[in-house]
């Protein structure tokens, strides 16, 4: 399968501020995701990375807090905006290479945020 | 929202035990997917069982998927200390491009 290389993987930033998480996978895929992982919870989707539009975004995320990019079949960015202490959590990218349907799906290494 | 809900949450057995863990789901789905993670790392995949099997192995590990109960279940033989972690299973509903996570089940193997 394709290799996520996935950073920063960990950051400690100042609430009100901004981080940017980026994921640069090896091979083109077809769907990238972004997850949100709480400490001892399971993974919640926040969006699906569009390539060339806008992401989608499940219910309780919004674009104006978590801005999405996917330029091409290889690379996508999430950003935290205006960030809070609620925000602290491990940020995940996924990729699958063709429909999900008979295809893994394989993961960054995720981002451990902490905001002070 | 979640798909799967595992139990149990935790687990702890001795190496060279036999765990088994189990995950149920509430739609009709194209596959089944189990994953591993170490201590809030990457996930790792395991196996994927289609809706179409019933069965499907892969080294010390078994799966099993009951579509008819929307249940499956991961059997990890001889378990050894490297297997502990959180195991999630992992669906995608039909007609649906996302793949909805498990709460997951935390293993842990003592020595």
């Known amino acids: 399968s394709a290799v996520i290389s996935q950073k920063p993987s960990r950051d400690i930033c100042q609430r009100g501020t901004s981080l940017t998480i980026q994921c640069q996978v090896d091979?083109?895929?077809?769907?990238m995701f972004w997850y949100r992982q709480q400490p001892g919870q399971s993974l919640t989707l926040i969006a699906t990375?569009?390539?060339?539009?806008?992401?989608?975004?499940e219910s309780g995320f919004v674009i104006d807090k978590f801005p999405i990019s996917r330029p091409n079949l290889t690379f996508s960015t999430l950003t935290v905006s205006n960030m809070s202490p609620e925000d602290s959590s491990i940020y995940l990218c996924?990729?699958?290479?063709?429909?999900?349907?008979?295809?893994?799906?394989?993961f960054g290494q995720g981002t451990r945020l902490t905001v002070v | 929202s979640q798909q799967g809900e595992e139990d149990p949450q935790a687990l702890s057995i001795q190496e060279g035990e036999n765990a088994t863990m189990n995950c149920s789901y509430k739609?009709?789905?194209?596959?089944l997917q189990w994953y591993r993670q170490n201590s809030g790392r990457g996930l790792v995949h395991l196996i994927l069982?289609?809706?179409?099997?019933r069965e499907k192995h892969s080294g010390r590990l078994r799966v099993t998927l009951d579509t008819s109960k929307k249940s499956s279940s991961l059997l990890i033989t001889a378990s050894r200390a490297a297997d502990t972690a959180s195991y999630f299973c992992?669906?995608?509903?039909?007609?649906?491009?996302?793949?909805?996570f498990g709460k997951g089940t935390r293993l842990h193997i003592l020595p």
């Open positions: 739609t009709s789905i194209n596959n």
């Open positions: 996924s990729g699958q290479q063709g429909r999900l349907m008979n295809t893994e799906a394989f």
């Open positions: 992992a669906t995608d509903a039909r007609g649906d491009d996302k793949i909805i």
């Open positions: 069982i289609r809706s179409n099997e």
């Open positions: 990375a569009n390539q060339g539009s806008e992401a989608t975004y």
């Open positions: 091979s083109q895929v077809t769907m």
